[in-house]
Every structure is written in structure tokens, then in C-alpha cells.
């Protein structure tokens, strides 16, 4: 998992201080981290007309433009501050391009593309290594798709901020609202449940 570490903190001391290059460095640094997120979750309905660059650009704009209020405060640790801001622009998107659809919540994300629960699905399967386990490996994936569908929303959304969009215990915390214990103890839950739904087949954890 990719955690914000000692550099992002330095980074938002100097910037703090006034140093513009490390406020540029701050919105360039996740740049790629941001533009994941939006491509998991972006309609697939939607990829052929809207770049995830573009949204990615149009959040990192707006991170400068309210970078002074977040370093005063810091409600957030900085980079699931900035994807709460790519997030909003996200669930915009959505809703411009959906007419109908409901208010969409933190916790309550647009629904995940089918190509994206198949990328979950590939990371929680069990690794292989070789050729003739290809199979097997392949069953295995697509059985592990079927059984995140029975699972619940929270469940599902738990398992994709932890696996396919790789965010740490703390980032996790940060952008459900609860805490890190609480991160902990419903990760092991949704995995308990994953595997229960796989009749009990070993699932690879993420720490």
C-alpha cells in the first residue's frame, strides 16, 4: 500500500512556509494515484467521452486553489483530501451524464464498472506462478467476481479502497470517517465473508 510518509509531511511544512515549488510538487506527487481512482470508477459508458486525466486536472486545480485553507487546518491526511476533491468532481461527472441518478455519499460511490470488480477480483484471487495453473487461476477469478457481487456495498467498497485502489489503513480511515481500528476489524469481516462465500477457499490479505 502506498501511505503518504515522511516526504508528504515535509512537503506540507515547506508549503506551508510558502514555498510554491513544494505546493506544485504536493499536486503533482499523487497525480498518478488520483488518476487510478478515477478510472476504476468511471462509467465505462462514459471512458469514450471523458479522459480520467482530465478530471485528475480539473481536482488538482481546485487542490491549488484551496491549498492555503487545507494547510492551515488539515482535516484530512493529504491525499485522501485530494481525492475527496477528485471524488466530487467524479460523482459531478456522474450525475451530469446520468439523468435521474440519486445523491451519491462518501460511502456510497457511483457503482463500480464491471471491468474494474474483474480487476478487484484479479487481485484477491490467489497468486500462481505458472502456465498450467493459468486455469485454474482464471476459474478461481471469475468465482471470486460472482462472490463480491453477493457481498454488501459497504463490504465491496471496503475491499476496493484496500486492494484496487490500494490505500493504507490511515488513508482508508480518513476517507470512510471512521477509524483505523474500525478499518481493520471490517477489512478482516468483508475477507471473512468473501471467503465464506467462496466455500472457504484461502483469499491472499493485504496488511
Known sequence: MTAAGPDTDLLLDRAARGDDGARQHLLDHHRRRLKRMVALRLDRRLAARVDPSDVVQEALADAGRKLDG???V???PFYPWLRQLAWER???LHRRHKAGKRDVGREEPPELPAESALELAERLACPSTGPE???VREELRDRVRAALERLSAGDRELLVLRHAEQLSTKETA???GVTEAAVKSRHLR?????RTALGGNPMEESS
Open 70 to 72: 487545507y494547510l492551515r
Open 74 to 76: 488539515r482535516p484530512l
Open 90 to 92: 467524479l460523482v459531478k
Open 133 to 135: 495453473q493459468r486455469m
Open 174 to 176: 480518513a476517507v470512510l
Open 190 to 194: 468483508a475477507l471473512e465473508r468473501l
